[in-house]
């Protein structure tokens, strides 16, 4: 079956950095996105950032807008998540989820599109 493990989470301070994994296992498609969503302490959860089978990314918080960079290794079959310049309000669950779909630009920012999910890892910063 289809598995996505993370790994990269931990305690960081303010403005430092950390990159999270997403590695894909078992997987038999030859495009699919890999959307990041994050959940904070009382809030619903939100997308946060989606690249596409062909590598395309968007960005669906303007807090994160350039400090975040979503990237993959087709090779690895592993997308990463590069957070720069963290703030207290980044900290949150993080969660990874794919999809498969035939249009290499295709992302989406609505949970009910993706159909298997990582089990999340927590990112805290604080002093």
């Known amino acids: 079956q289809l598995q996505l493990v993370e790994s990269g989470g931990g305690l960081v301070q303010p403005g430092g950095s950390l990159k999270l994994s997403c590695a894909v296992s078992g997987f038999a498609f030859d495009y699919y996105s890999i959307g990041w969503f994050r959940q904070a302490p009382g809030m619903e959860r939100e997308a946060v950032l989606c690249?596409?089978?062909?590598?395309?990314?968007?960005v669906y918080q303007e807090s994160v807008k350039g400090r975040f960079t979503a990237s993959r290794n087709y090779a690895e079959n592993t997308a990463y998540l590069q957070m720069n310049t963290l703030k207290p309000e980044d900290t949150a669950v993080y969660y990874c989820?794919?999809?498969?779909?035939?249009?290499?630009?295709?992302?989406?920012?609505?949970?009910?599109?993706?159909?298997?999910w990582g089990q999340g890892t927590q990112v805290t910063v604080s002093s």
């Open positions: 989820a794919f999809v498969r779909h035939p249009s290499r630009a295709f992302c989406s920012e609505y949970e009910d599109e993706y159909d298997y």
């Open positions: 690249i596409s089978g062909g590598g395309e990314s968007s």
